[in-house]
C-alpha cells in the first residue's frame, strides 16, 4: 500500500475490510486477501500407515512440503497408533494423502543372520529375556534416547533366535529392523557383572565333663550251702554294672556274661571282701570315673560367586541312614539306604545394592554323628543358622551363639546310712555331668569388580597355601611353583577363548 493514500479500515461486525489505494495496489490485495482468508480454515486430518514407519514417513513429507516458503502444511508422526497427523487446507491435505498413499507401500524386506559372541551373560538367559519381549511386545529406549520399539507376537514370524552353547553365541535371523532393535536389548544386557568374594570362620567349642563315685555292697550266708545273698546295696544304672550282677554271673559260671559285665566297667574298679565257706561272706566294690573332653572345631571355607548368584561349599561324609526293611516270604531280607551330607554346609546368595552395600541370604550347617548314644539306628547332631544380613563392603558379620549347657546330677543313697557325714560316702553313689556347647560364625563379604582385585585376592592365598607346604619341608616336587612362573605357564599353554576366534569375538 502507498503510505501517502493508502487506508485499510476493519469492518468486525459485517467481518469485512474496506481498503482505499491505488487500482494496482487494490487489485494486488484482492488477490492476496482470498489466500489469507484460507489459512483460516487449516483442520487437523489423520492418516493411517500400514506399512512404512510413521517416523520415517513424517520426516520425508514434512521434508518435501516445507521446502520454499515454509506455508506447506505441517505432518507429525503418530508411531503408537501407526498413523501421520495433517494439519492444511484442504488443498494442503489431499496432497499429503496422495504422497503417503505412494510412499506407504509394501516392500520386499532382506532377511539378516547376525551372529552375536556374548562376553559376560549366558546365551541361554538372555534367550529367555528376548523371547519373552517377542512374545508381549515391549518399547525401549537407546542410547540416543530414540524410542526403540520390540516387534511384537504378531511380527515374531519375522525374527527367530538360537543359543550356540559352545560359544556362548547368539543367532538372530530377521529383518534389519527387527534386528537392530534386538540387538540394542542384547548390548544392554551383556554387561560384567561383579563377584562376591565370602570368607567364613566357623568355630565350635564343645565342653564335656563327668564324675562317677560310689560304693557298692554284697552279703552272703554260705555255710548253709546257699548262694542267695542275704543282702546287698546295689547301685547299678546305665553307665555303671551293678554287684549283684556280677554276683549272679560268678554264681552261675557264665564266664560269657562275666566277661561282658567286666567290660562295661569305667574308670577304676576295686573290689574287697572276704568269702567264708562256713559263715557270712561280703564284698564290696568300689567304682571311680572322671572324664574331661574338650573339641575346638575350626573351619575356614572360602567362596567366589557373582552377583545375585548361589553358592554352596560341603566339607564332611556321606552316612548311611536305614530308610526301610523288607523280607519276601519269609527269606531274603533286605534294607533300603539313603545317604546324607554329614559335615560343614555354607550356602550363600550375595547381591550387590546401588549404594554398594551386600544383602546376604545365609544358609549354615555344622552336622557330626553322635557317640554313646543308645537308638535304633545312627544319632546326628546339627547346628544350622538360616537368616538374611546387610553389611558394608568388606564388614563383617557375626552370627552365632547357639549356646547349649547341659548339666545332669543323679545321687543314690542308703536311707539315713548316707546321710552320715564322712561314713556316708560308703552307702552312696553319685554321677554328674556337664556339656556346653558354643558355635559361632563369622563372615566377611568383599566386592570385586576388576581383574586387578581378583588377582590380588587370589595370589594372596596361593602364597599362604605354599608358605604352609614350606614349613613342612615337602619334597620339592610336591610343592606349588611361585606364582610368577606359574601364571605365565598357564597363560602360555591355556589361552583364552577370545584370543583363539580372533576378529569372530568382536
Excluded at 95 to 106: F, M, N, P
Excluded at 238 to 253: F, P
Aim: charged letters at 20%.
Amino acid at each position: 500500500m502507498d503510505p501517502r493514500v493508502g487506508v485499510i479500515t476493519a469492518h468486525p461486525a459485517g467481518r469485512q475490510v474496506v481498503i482505499t489505494d491505488w487500482q494496482d495496489n487494490l487489485d494486488r490485495l484482492a488477490r492476496l486477501a482470498p489466500l489469507l482468508d484460507e489459512r483460516q480454515e487449516s483442520q487437523a486430518e489423520i492418516i493411517n500407515v500400514q506399512h512404512t514407519r510413521p517416523a520415517d514417513l513424517a520426516e520425508t513429507l514434512d521434508g518435501l512440503l516445507q521446502e520454499g516458503d515454509g506455508g506447506g502444511p505441517r505432518v507429525i508422526a503418530a508411531p503408537r497408533a501407526d498413523a501421520l497427523l495433517v494439519l492444511g487446507n484442504p488443498a494442503q491435505r489431499q496432497q499429503v494423502r496422495e504422497l503417503a498413499s505412494g510412499l506407504d507401500t509394501a516392500v520386499e524386506r532382506h532377511v539378516r543372520t547376525r551372529v552375536i559372541y556374548l562376553n559376560h551373560a549366558a546365551a541361554e538367559d538372555v534367550l529367555k529375556v528376548l523371547e519373552e519381549l517377542q512374545t508381549s511386545g515391549a518399547a525401549l529406549v537407546n542410547e540416543e534416547g530414540e524410542r526403540v520399539t520390540v516387534p511384537s507376537a504378531r511380527n515374531s514370524e519375522e525374527t527367530a533366535f538360537a543359543v550356540h552353547p559352545s560359544t556362548n553365541a547368539l543367532v538372530l535371523t530377521g529383518a534389519p529392523d527387527s534386528l537392530e532393535a534386538y540387538l540394542s536389548i542384547v548390548e544392554q544386557l551383556d554387561i560384567r557383572r561383579a563377584q562376591v568374594a565370602v570368607e567364613a570362620i566357623i568355630a565350635e567349642i564343645t565342653e564335656s565333663r563327668a564324675r562317677q563315685l560310689g560304693m557298692q555292697w554284697l552279703f552272703a550266708d554260705a555255710g548253709s550251702g546257699s548262694t542267695v545273698p542275704v543282702g546287698s546295696i546295689n547301685f547299678g544304672t546305665a553307665g555303671s554294672t551293678g554287684i549283684t550282677e556280677l554276683a549272679a554271673a560268678a554264681a552261675g559260671e557264665d564266664t560269657t556274661a562275666l566277661g561282658n559285665l567286666l567290660g562295661g566297667l569305667n574308670g577304676i574298679t576295686t573290689g574287697v571282701g572276704r568269702l567264708d565257706t562256713s559263715g557270712l561272706s561280703f564284698a564290696a566294690l568300689l567304682n571311680a570315673l572322671r572324664s574331661d573332653a574338650d573339641t575346638n572345631l575350626l573351619s575356614t571355607p572360602s567362596l567366589m560367586t557373582l552377583d545375585n548368584a548361589e553358592a554352596y561349599i560341603l566339607v564332611g561324609q556321606e552316612v548311611p541312614f536305614v530308610t526301610g526293611s523288607t523280607t519276601v516270604d519269609n527269606a531274603n531280607p533286605y534294607q533300603t539306604i539313603q545317604r546324607e551330607d554329614v559335615g560343614i554346609k555354607l550356602r550363600i546368595r550375595p547381591q550387590i545394592s546401588a549404594d554398594n552395600t551386600i544383602r546376604l541370604a545365609i544358609s549354615q550347617e555344622v552336622s557330626s554323628v553322635a557317640s554313646n548314644v543308645s537308638a535304633s539306628d545312627v544319632v546326628t547332631n546339627k547346628r544350622e543358622i538360616e537368616t538374611a544380613v546387610t553389611t558394608r563392603d568388606g564388614g563383617i558379620v557375626v552370627l552365632g551363639g547357639l549356646i547349649s549347657n547341659q548339666s545332669s546330677n543323679t545321687r543314690q543313697q542308703v536311707p539315713l546310712l548316707g546321710d552320715i557325714p564322712l561314713l556316708g560316702n560308703l552307702f552312696r553313689y553319685s554321677d554328674s555331668s556337664r556339656e556346653k556347647q558354643n558355635l559361632m560364625v563369622f563372615i566377611r563379604a568383599r566386592v570385586i569388580r576388576d581383574d586387578r582385585s581378583l588377582d590380588a585376592g587370589s595370589a594372596r592365598k596361593y602364597r599362604h597355601m605354599r608358605a604352609q607346604q614350606l614349613l613342612r619341608d615337602l619334597e620339592e616336587d610336591q610343592v606349588l611353583p611361585p606364582l610368577e612362573s606359574q601364571v605365565a605357564s598357564l597363560d602360555s599353554l591355556f589361552p583364552s577363548g577370545r584370543e583363539r576366534l580372533g576378529e569372530l569375538a568382536r
